[in-house]
């Protein structure tokens, strides 16, 4: 059941480690087989198709965030658990809470501004999203692809998709197609045959990697022929971090999501703070 059915306070804030902590990282270049033409046609039809077949605009889910940090003196995990609340094109509210179910921290975005409350803290932060702190954790350009296909695992619809090639390891094609801001570009595995991306990549002009998820564990979700990835990891993070966000109790919203749904009102007592 959804922390929204719960009637759980939305009182805090989500992880900046999943929309923040993804900082740019080193290179990297798939490998592929190029594909004979009318291959390359087919799987591009596929894609297309795939593309249309919708799975709904918004997502209730729980949710559990792994961050594990590696380094030469050792290494350390770290788990939150909560209540996702997201839909297009980058609205997210992500309540964590304590294993009593009471809330530690909440945070919602609407693509453009933020909040975060610190129940602990008894403060609550906000600003926009391409303040000076908040970009010095963002990859350069991730600021201006919509949120929500990043986490279900979908693409907005594109025109110039470029099929690559084949990939080595039999998972299917990597396609190619520009982003948003008009200066990177996106790189994705799409299988034709399942119609679902296994990986997507932000990579820039000079071939620097920015973004580099992995969708695993689809689940059907809602309609019987709408899947959702159960598992998304991000890894190749600076500090040799790897992020890990399992969904649970996957369902569309509905059609009473609002712009509402998004805005978090301070608790009487707590401390408001500007970010720049």
């Not at 902590?21 to 190029?34: D, H, I, N, V, Y």
């Not at 094109?89 to 530690?104: D, H, I, M, T, Y």
């Not at 279900?152 to 390891?169: C, K, Q, Y």
């Not at 022929?225 to 569309?252: A, D």
Request: with cysteine; net charge positive; charged share 20%.
């Amino acid at each position: 059941m959804s922390w929204r059915k719960r009637g759980q306070p939305a009182l805090a804030l989500f992880l900046p480690g999943f929309l923040l902590l993804l900082a740019g990282c080193a290179g990297f270049q798939p490998k592929f087989e190029r594909p004979p033409a009318r291959e390359g046609r087919a799987v591009a039809a596929a894609f297309a198709a795939a593309g249309n077949h919708r799975c709904g605009s918004s997502l209730d889910a729980e949710v559990a965030v792994t961050a594990s940090f590696f380094s030469l003196t050792g290494g350390r995990t770290g788990r939150i658990s909560g209540y996702l609340l997201a839909g297009e094109p980058s609205l997210l509210k992500f309540v964590a809470v304590n294993p009593l179910g009471q809330p530690l921290l909440v945070f919602v975005s609407d693509g453009h501004r933020f909040q975060t409350v610190l129940v602990a803290e008894g403060k609550g932060y906000e600003g926009a999203i391409r303040s000076r702190t908040v970009q010095r954790y963002m990859p350069a350009g991730f600021v201006d692809q919509p949120l929500f296909p990043w986490l279900v695992g979908h693409v907005s619809p594109v025109t110039e998709v470029e099929v690559l090639g084949r990939d080595p390891a039999g998972k299917g094609y990597w396609l190619t197609f520009p982003a948003p801001d008009g200066i990177n570009r996106n790189l994705l595995l799409f299988d034709p045959a399942a119609r679902l991306v296994r990986r997507r990549i932000l990579e820039n002009h000079q071939g620097k990697t920015l973004l580099d998820v992995h969708y695993e564990d689809y689940r059907p979700v809602g309609r019987e022929e709408c899947r959702l990835p159960g598992i998304i990891t991000v890894n190749r993070l600076p500090h040799n971090t790897t992020l890990i966000i399992e969904m649970m109790n996957m369902e569309p919203a509905g059609p009473g999501l609002t712009a509402a749904d998004f805005v978090v009102t301070l608790p009487p007592g707590f401390e408001r703070v500007e970010v720049r």
